[in-house]
């Protein structure tokens, strides 16, 4: 058993950080929470501070006031951490991605373990993302290519 | 007390009567409802390049390059809002918008859609005109409307050289305005 996977055994305790966004992440992760989606059943809850912390699920396109709060909750929690990117903006800068006021999105900033598309993602889809980072379901997305000369010979 | 162990009786049998409030969602799947924006899905034989959801996307996340005689067409779903606009421009109804939520993934590059499409540059001086369907469905459009053209020489010329050749051979005017 790898180091990583031995130390999340335990139940996955958040600490969420709201990096500019417009909280309808914020507000679709509190649904989560809710006992109608009840991931506390699974042992994750959300945490005060990131000392206690084993993830950070951020939202928001980064803007350039939060950077050095962020880096400093990084910074403050111990090791080994998930990084969350939950939402469109927090996964590539959303509707924000070129403005001077934003950094673009959360991998300009912080090592993300994963991405969580959606503007805003359902819960379940913040649910199956938690639970991608820890391993225990596989990712469903694949990329769609295709080209026309190929397709003409087939 | 007396009071106290009664309301408490009344609160227990609330939540009898309430049940199973929580979604039983990671062991049974929980499709979304009616008409859910999910992830787009492009149909690349419908697809003929045009442009029109790249002008649409408020997020500015579909791209068209033309290369040599190859136009990309790239989606970068990470900063989609799932708006619908691009479902919405499309005059040939290729962009549809799946169910499908479960977008989350490790490798960000996984979601993208890219798509290659042949160019036809112009007879006379080379110029990019379009893709090979948008000419191809010009064709059989001026070929199944009302009058039909029959001569279809001139739909792959550029503009310019379309005037030009419309100049020196008056016939052809003619015919288009028959």
Same mark, same amino acid.
């Given at each position: ?43 994750? !809850? ?18 350039? *006031?939060?950077?050095? !709060? ?51 993602? !359902? ?8 639970? *991608? ?10 990329? *769609? ?10 | 007390? /007396? ?57 500015? /996340? ?74 191809? /469905? ?41």
């Amino acid at each position: 058993m790898k180091p990583l996977e031995w130390c999340f055994k335990k139940s996955i305790w958040v600490y969420h950080v709201n990096a500019g966004s417009c909280n309808g992440c914020d507000i679709e992760i509190l649904d989560a929470l809710t006992p109608y989606y009840d991931v506390e059943r699974f042992g994750i !809850r959300l945490v005060h501070t990131p000392r206690h912390a084993d993830a950070l699920l951020v939202t928001g396109p980064v803007t350039r *006031q939060v950077r050095e !709060r962020l880096v400093r909750l990084y910074e403050s929690t111990p090791d080994p951490k998930l990084v969350i990117a939950v939402g469109a903006c927090a996964t590539g800068g959303g509707i924000w991605h070129n403005t001077y006021a934003t950094l673009g999105g959360l991998e300009n900033v912080l090592p993300v373990n994963i991405y969580i598309p959606g503007c805003p993602p !359902r819960p379940e889809a913040i649910l199956y993302g938690v639970a *991608q980072a820890l391993g225990l379901v596989p990712g469903v997305v694949a990329k *769609q290519e295709f080209a026309e000369s190929l397709s003409a010979e087939v | 007390m /007396l009071k106290h162990t009664i309301s408490e009786l009344k609160e227990a049998l609330i939540c009898l009567e309430a049940g199973q409030v929580t979604l039983p969602y990671p062991f049974q799947p929980h499709p979304p409802e009616g008409e859910f924006r999910g992830k787009p899905v492009l149909n690349s034989r419908k697809c003929m390049s045009c442009g029109a959801c790249a002008n649409a996307c408020p997020a500015r /996340l579909i791209s068209i390059q033309d290369n040599g005689s190859i136009r990309t067409l790239s989606f970068n779903l990470r900063r989609c809002t799932f708006c619908g606009l691009c479902r919405d421009a499309c005059p040939q109804e290729a962009i549809t918008l799946s169910s499908q939520f479960e977008l989350s993934t490790v490798t960000p590059e996984d979601l993208s859609i890219h798509a290659e499409f042949g160019l036809v540059n112009c007879r006379e001086c080379g110029k990019v005109i379009g893709t090979q369907r948008q000419v191809a /469905l010009v064709k059989d459009k001026l070929q199944t409307c009302e009058p039909g053209f029959d001569d279809t020489g001139y739909v792959d010329l550029c503009n310019s050289c379309k005037r030009r050749a419309f100049i020196h051979n008056p016939a052809l005017l003619m015919e288009v305005k028959a």
